[in-house]
């Protein structure tokens, strides 16, 4: 074969090494910080960067109504974090040439212009503390233009925690806050008294204590800019019933936020099906690949195709399969990983049926690198499997498959002209069957995580209960020859 003619192939240990240290996360981080904080000296900052002991700190946006408990809820998050916790008054008493510039659009009431107001975020999320301990934003962005402007600037939160509560609670909670003077903690006469009886002597009622009138019309306007913050952060947005106790807020948001985001990383589906005889183990795959996109890869079917060629390899392969013997690992394994290894592979994926037979073949694909991220095992009886296959045929003038019992020829003359695979005897059946079961309790054990499914059923249904594990982000399913080597 000429040179320009070879398929591509990416050495497979590329693929594992870059899922085991999530290289695409690392890379992703590194670049979207540089972004953010556009240090003068980028080398020395992404030095610094990853001399840190944990590069995923907290990038938390807490939003909601007034009243609704924000103060409170991004406190505690950020005793828990350490994160910091930053409003926009408090950027404000920054002083900076931008905070003064701020300033004194407030000091006339009008809006601060966008570019001032991304840049003194920008500002404070580019300081040491919030580089080193992640941010938690209250209450910012408040528009939908807003959250544009902190996107176009690369700043994305991990985690955007929306609070919720009816109207009419958040005007009864307005009427009854209280603030501490000395620390800033909010509480409510009802709903939130604090313990310490010395705390209790010193709460005031807010200066900005709003009239029902003035608290409707800024829930209002709250609505109406909600419903775009919620498209805006949909991928990342959690909304907490407020309207409970504040420890189960609390709750609820710090479950929401130490649950790792879905990770954009480009995990390569790797699937093994193994099945007894009559399991359906080509038909599934062949409905993962068509539906996925996914490469296919029967070994038997491929050896064959190999064997039709007139490599070496093919060649060598020839004689086994005509004198229906066996085709050794060696050789197996030298086809299969030369075809796991092309480009089609490596970026799509595959899932493979047929092989490894054994453990010791699963050790040898293993020691190839080429490891799988789902493995299955579609659970038969043997007398399904027997009535599965003994009872099929073939017309071998339309090449369609029929059964005696699911799907009958439609008349007498293709009745006469079908033809049963002798493999699949009843005699035949039962000693693969007893070969499959022979190696079967100690492959299982090789693939501790494997998944176990019905395939006495429907097979559209056992699709969906394959695919409901195939979907998202592939965890990476461990061998115990992997556990053991780590």
Known sequence: ??????????????????????????????????????????????????????????????????????????????????????????????????????????????????????????????KPDCVQWGW????????????????????????????????????????????????????????????????????????????????SQKLQKYH??????????????????ADQPHVDVFSQVLNFICTPRHSPSPYTPRILLFGPPGAGKSLQAKLIAQKYGIINICCGELLKAVSADESHMGELIKPYLESEQQVPSSIVLRVLTERLSRMDCTARGWVLHGFPRDVEEAELLHKSNFTPNRVFFLEITDDIAIERLALRAVDPVTGEWYHSVYKPPPGPEVQARLRFNPQHSEAQLLMRLKEYWSQTVRLQAFYPQAVYINADQDPHTVFESLESRLVGQLPKVLSNQQTNEN
């Open 224 to 241: 109406t800019e909600a419903h775009a913050l919620k498209r805006t952060y949909h991928n990342c947005l959690k909304i907490i019933n």
């Open 136 to 215: 938690v934003l209250e209450a910012i962005p408040k528009t939908q233009d807003e959250a544009l402007c902190l996107q176009e600037a690369g700043i994305t939160p991990d985690h955007v925690v929306m609070l919720e509560a009816p109207d009419v609670v958040l005007i009864e909670r307005s009427s009854g806050k209280r603030i501490d003077p000395v620390t800033g903690d909010v509480y409510h006469v009802t709903f939130m008294w604090p313990e310490s009886e010395e705390v209790a002597q010193r709460l005031e009622t807010p200066r900005t204590l709003m009239p029902v009138q003035v608290m």
């Open 1 to 126: 074969m000429d040179s320009a003619e070879r398929p591509l192939r990416i050495p497979p240990e590329m693929v594992i090494y870059a899922e085991k240290h999530d290289i695409f996360h690392l890379i992703q981080t590194l670049v979207r910080n540089l972004m953010v904080d556009k240090p003068d000296d980028p080398i020395q900052y992404l030095i610094n960067f990853l001399e840190r002991d944990n590069v995923d700190v907290p990038r938390i946006i807490l939003l909601g109504p007034p009243v609704s408990g924000k103060r409170t809820v991004a406190k505690k998050l950020c005793e828990h974090t350490q994160a910091i916790h930053i409003t926009f008054s408090d950027i404000l008493k920054d002083d900076s040439d931008l905070t003064r510039a701020a300033q004194s659009y407030y000091d006339k009431k009008q809006n601060v212009p966008k570019d001032l107001w991304i840049q003194l975020i920008q500002q404070r999320l580019s």
